[in-house]
């Protein structure tokens, strides 16, 4: 394995979304991944487009923003594009650059790939996922108490 192979795939195992896959089922992940860099103010998906990868911030910040508003700001090993994954519905949000970044896509059909060849580490992720969302849905919820407890 290269050198380059070798740090993509143990990046991903050291991500929430990938913790406790096999070192074989990131590398197979891994040797989907095509790097993209982002400049800074560039659309990296916008809302209403058809999702078809996953990606992660390999490096930089990235802004969340529906209708202009900012939602959120992510930074390295965050990952982009779930919800998509498991709805099949179209982009919920615009995810733009702020500042050079490297995103790492990858293709929906990756994953398919790996549910075919190995069941039991396609659904560690898809259950690190739904845990991930359901974390940031908590937080949400928790949001809109203080808010509404403040008033």
Known sequence: MNSRLQLRRDYLRNLPLFGGVSLDA??????????VEIHDGTAV???GETGDSLYILFSGHVHLEQDHVILNELSSGAHLGDLEFFDMAPRSFTVRAKGPCEIWRIPYQAFDDLRRRDL????LIAMN???QMSRRLREIDAERVDRSTSN
Request: with cysteine; aromatic share 10%.
């Open 120 to 123: 039991k580490n396609f659904a």
């Open 129 to 131: 996922a739904a845990r």
């Open 26 to 35: 990131c590398a197979q992940l891994a040797e989907s991944i095509n790097p």
């Open 45 to 47: 998906y916008k809302a």
